[in-house]
């Protein structure tokens, strides 16, 4: 709280001067004191836990803007930057929410490319109006939000100067089940695991969108038919779905035969950006810090990062009974974990000697954690974290 950098504020009863303890709502809620640096925000709860969230790429732009590329080397810039003035390091960051998306410019005008968004797989693509993201379509499913903007018109109507024909395409993830099944928990294991690797994932997404080419050469009652997303909704709704997926393969083979086909060009244009910035600077968008040195009601493990409610109430780490839950009903998940904290001497064992080594390897991990960071943080530093008694911390 000592940063220079961060000034923080509390809300408080203007009347009695008592610190809000309530919501909007009327709810019970924790107490906690909020700062602001470049888009981040800094939020401090009175029962320990620290939350950081913003973005990355509008805090390379001193928190202006998102609409310029934002590259591996930006990234590593961003996180140095951090690391110097907050003494944040992507070890400690556990992700809990992540964005994917790469800016393109279109050839025609983006707005067109909107409009003829109809559908993401089989749900509605719907215009919404946020007043710092501007207007734009999006789509939920459960564990992710489709999103596309017209990034330009967007940031001409903040007076900057974006380029011309600016798009955005987005996948927001809101839950984490899709990068925890890739092993990854925390920033060091998304960098790790490379954002390029995502490519692939963001590339399919564009290709579920149901998308109307107005260039296209099609009979006016087809036009008329396909151009309709109530329509396309229809046919789901009264459960269609045959009719359905046999139109949506027609008007696919009329756009492939189309020499324009706008749908494929934009497809084209985003692998190459991605190819372009060098590994691929799939945005890592919102990153979440939340302390784990106070109890919290997710079980979590503090080194792998996995769920531990199946063991018991007092339990810190994953450890045998954990181990056994996962190897029993999620082997994915469970073959993920062999692979990071068994040695090879172990390979070749029992199933008992597996599980032993690989919880004592877990157990070694969270030692080795506490020992780096005592060691990094020392008593002189002046040290966000330790303003609050905090010896680890974790970014999600």
Not at 381 to 394: A, D, I, M
Request: aromatic residues 12%.
């Amino acid at each position: 709280m000592d940063n220079p950098l961060l000034y923080f504020t509390q809300e408080v009863n203007t009347t009695t001067g008592e610190i809000r303890r309530t919501n909007k709502k009327g709810k019970e809620q924790t107490p906690s004191q909020t700062a602001y640096y470049n888009d981040l925000t800094f939020k401090i709860f009175d029962s320990g836990n620290i939350y950081i969230y913003g973005s990355l790429h509008k805090y390379f732009n001193k928190g202006l803007h998102n609409y310029n590329d934002f590259d591996i080397n930006a990234i590593r810039g961003v996180l140095n930057d951090l690391h110097d003035k907050f003494d944040i390091t992507t070890e400690q960051c556990i992700l809990r929410n992540i964005e994917l998306g790469i800016n393109i410019k279109t050839p025609i005008e983006p707005n067109t490319i909107l409009d003829n968004c109809f559908l993401h797989k089989t749900d509605l693509l719907v215009y919404q109006i946020h007043s710092d993201e501007g207007r734009y379509k999006q789509c939920e499913h459960s564990q992710y939000i489709v999103k596309i903007y017209n990034k330009t018109l967007h940031y001409q109507k903040k007076g900057l100067h974006p380029p011309t024909n600016l798009l955005r395409f987005e996948l927001k993830f809101c839950k984490m089940k899709y990068f925890k099944e890739l092993g990854i928990f925390t920033l060091n294991d998304l960098l790790e695991y490379g954002l390029h690797n995502f490519k692939s994932r963001i590339l399919l997404a564009w290709n579920d969108i149901l998308y109307f080419d107005n260039t296209v050469m099609i009979d006016e009652k087809k036009r008329n038919k396909f151009n309709n997303p109530n329509y396309w909704t229809g046919l789901i709704k009264n459960g269609q779905r045959s009719l359905f997926y046999k139109n949506k393969n027609e008007l696919y083979k009329l756009i492939e035969n189309n020499p324009n086909n706008i749908k494929q060009q934009l497809a084209e244009i985003m692998s190459k950006k991605i190819d372009e910035l060098n590994i691929k600077s799939t945005q890592i968008d919102t990153l979440y810090i939340r302390s784990i040195c106070t109890p919290t009601s997710d079980k979590i493990c503090s080194v792998t990062g996995y769920d531990i409610s199946m063991q018991k109430s007092n339990s810190k780490l994953l450890s045998h009974t954990g181990i056994k839950f996962y190897k029993k009903h999620n082997y994915k998940l469970y073959k993920q974990i062999e692979r990071k904290y068994l040695s090879t001497i172990w390979i070749n064992s029992d199933e008992q000697t597996k599980i032993r080594e690989i919880a004592h390897n877990i157990r070694n991990s969270c030692s080795n954690q506490k020992i780096k960071q005592e060691r990094l943080y020392i008593p002189t530093q002046s040290n966000l974290l330790n303003q609050f008694n905090l010896n680890t911390v974790k970014y999600g």
